[in-house]
């Protein structure tokens, strides 16, 4: 199976996508081609003070540089995003570019949402605090968003992630209360010299988070033979891309971007992700970190429960697993040997605040997550069975 790096230009569900190095160069012209005139950069600080990732993209905007917004944080918070809309309309602008990981491109598809729904900050909370919200209302035409990706979060042609409108703490129901308005960006600028200029700590902190998303596609609930045949072809990249990304390998980084793009076709995220998100609602922690420190052990409890998934593996792999005494035991050696291969946490003990007395508790919030629906059909676990996973984990 080649692993090409080539560049290319594919359209998916209405996404342009741009794939090539020097491709955020090209900005200016993608948004000329679609008559917009005047572009907020949305970012983080660091981003945007990054001169050797900012300079080619804001030289590739030219004139159509209205303004920048560099105040998202990974809290992704509402506050942010209404404080981005004011400056949006403080520049006048007609196209949002997002600059970053996961959580700058998220700001920017919900800014655009949030704006074209027209309620304030405090009417949306004041909703949610009620348990009258429902939701985003597109009554008017949103602003297009077009993104870099900077990190392997995996966030580029996603609809946008959610935004916490109230914390757990805040919320009349105990639960985190979020908005997530589907907007999703017009063009993908997918440039690995951009992903390149992002500290290797970082990608190796957004690794995880985007390989488990190649990883859960194909036990996923709604997985389907387009979404099984993409995610094999980019864990094949994203298999050999990670285990070099902390060496001089030349392509190493054009493959994880690659391979990035591919396990994010119809991705079907799943039992993984309901345990990263049991953790950030305890503790300080990075996505990324939680999924490393999770994925053998919750896919190992997948693959012992469910039949049938260990041939998609043994493609995405690239092994013949015919003759092997266990073939779970080697899929999850290969996935580990790619965690290890990342300066990444490996134990749950490392993770930043974690306690094992919090168990039972974060059992509770994996089985209440959203993502759990998404689980295979035949999966059904119980609280003992996440205790015990988590417990392995520790």
Same mark, same amino acid.
């Given at each position: 199976m080649s692993l090409t790096t080539d560049p290319f230009e594919f359209t998916y569900r209405g996404i342009d996508i741009l794939f090539g190095r020097g491709r955020a160069g090209e900005i200016g012209d993608v948004l000329a081609q679609r008559d917009l005139d005047r572009a907020l950069i949305v970012c983080g600080s660091n981003v945007g003070a990054n001169e050797e990732l900012m300079g080619p993209i804001e030289a590739g905007l030219g004139d159509r540089l209205a303004g920048t917004f560099d105040e998202t944080t990974p809290a992704k918070r509402i506050e942010t995003a209404y404080d981005g809309?004011?400056?949006?309309?403080e520049v006048d602008a007609d196209v949002l570019v997002g600059v970053g990981g996961g959580s700058s491109l998220d700001i920017a598809r919900q800014m655009s949402a949030?704006?074209?729904?027209?309620?304030?900050? %405090?009417?949306?909370? +004041? #909703?949610a605090n009620e348990g009258t919200f429902s939701g985003i209302d597109f009554s008017e035409p949103v602003v297009p968003v077009v993104v870099v990706p900077t990190t392997f979060a995996g966030a580029d042609v996603s609809t946008g992630g959610s935004l916490v409108v109230l914390a757990a703490d805040e919320s009349p129901t105990g639960?985190?209360?979020?908005?997530?308005?589907?907007?999703?960006?017009?063009?993908?600028?997918?440039?690995?010299?951009?992903?390149e200029t992002t500290p290797l700590? %970082?990608?190796?902190? +957004? #690794?995880?988070?985007?390989?488990d998303k190649g990883i859960e596609t194909l036990y996923a609930r709604e997985s389907n033979p387009f979404s099984d045949a993409t995610a094999i072809h980019g864990l094949r990249y994203l298999f050999d891309?990670?285990?070099?990304?902390?060496?001089?390998?030349?392509?190493?980084?054009?493959?994880?971007?690659?391979?990035?793009?591919?396990?994010q076709y119809e991705r079907k995220a799943s039992i993984i992700h309901a345990f990263g998100h049991a953790f950030a609602r305890r503790y300080p922690v990075q996505q990324g970190h939680v999924?490393?420190?999770?994925?053998?052990?919750?896919?190992?409890?997948?693959?012992?429960?469910?039949d049938g998934f260990e041939s998609k593996f043994a493609a995405a792999i690239g092994a013949d697993l015919a003759d092997v005494s266990s073939p779970i035991d080697e899929i999850v050696a290969h996935v580990a040997a790619v965690r290890d291969s990342l300066d990444v946490p490996q134990q749950a003990s490392e993770l930043p605040g974690a306690d094992p007395d919090d168990i039972p508790a974060l059992a509770e919030f994996v089985l209440d997550d959203w993502m759990m629906p998404q689980a295979p059909t035949e999966l059904d676990p119980t609280q003992a069975e996440i205790e015990a996973i988590l417990e392995e984990a520790w």
């Open positions: 809309i004011e400056r949006m309309r949030l704006a074209a729904d027209g309620r304030s900050q %405090a009417e949306i909370k +004041s #909703a639960q985190p209360i979020t908005v997530s308005g589907s907007v999703p960006p017009i063009a993908n600028v997918a440039d690995p010299a951009a992903v700590s %970082a990608l190796e902190g +957004s #690794a995880m988070n985007g390989f891309a990670f285990s070099n990304l902390s060496t001089d390998h030349p392509d190493a980084i054009d493959r994880a971007v690659l391979g990035m793009l591919l396990v999924h490393a420190v999770m994925a053998p052990h919750v896919l190992r409890y997948v693959l012992e429960t469910v």
